[in-house]
């Protein structure tokens, strides 16, 4: 498929499956792209693709299965779309640090690819409205799902997870109380947490004994 530069190309490039559930438009909106007027289409459109059908079949799939509705919030950003981001102080990392994160059509400076979606779960929000607090869910990820890195949100209980080829598995936080949850390295990284997240459904497509451990 080639990069996708008329109307016609990203039509055809928006229909494109990335799993049972989500399509590649799906993905594409961007307010600053929307406002700025800078088109928010992949240079490689292939490796964009590849990268989101991970995202989308090992994280994405299995979490709206266990918990229902996934609200995506912002995803995939162009390189131009980023840059501009960061250049005017809206939230974007740089594009070297977002190369096979948010920018999925880039990889990263070993060479692999990743990609990175900021979801918001209405499950969650109902719950956290109720008083759970977000480590439960960073803790049912964690321990259920092969994510590479896990970053919350204060509004919503948004949060950026993203699948990459070597994944780092960290969890960060600027909701309250900020900072790093956990890393490779942390005494309370491997193990299972499950007393941490009572009450949250047991992964679909898993009998409740199973457990993912990192």
Known sequence: MRAPKTVRGAEAFGRVRLSASFFM????????????????????????????????????????????????????????????????????????????????DRRDAQGRMGAVACIALPWLVDRMAAGTPWQAMAWWIHDQLPYSGLQFFPKLGAFNIGWHEAPKRTIHSYAAPRGCLTKPGMANHGGSHAQLYLGFPTLAGQSSGAIRTA
Request: aromatic share 8%; with cysteine; glycine share 8%.
């Open 25 to 104: 438009r799906d993905f594409l909106h961007s307010e600053i792209a929307d406002v700025c007027g800078i088109a928010n289409l992949p240079d490689d459109p292939q490796l964009a693709i590849a990268a989101g059908t991970r995202l989308c079949g090992e994280i994405l799939e299995p979490l709206q299965a266990t918990f229902g509705r996934v609200a995506i919030r912002s995803a995939y950003r162009s390189a131009a779309v980023n840059a501009y981001g960061n250049a005017q102080g809206f939230n974007c990392a740089s594009n070297e640090r977002n190369y096979s994160r948010h920018i999925w």
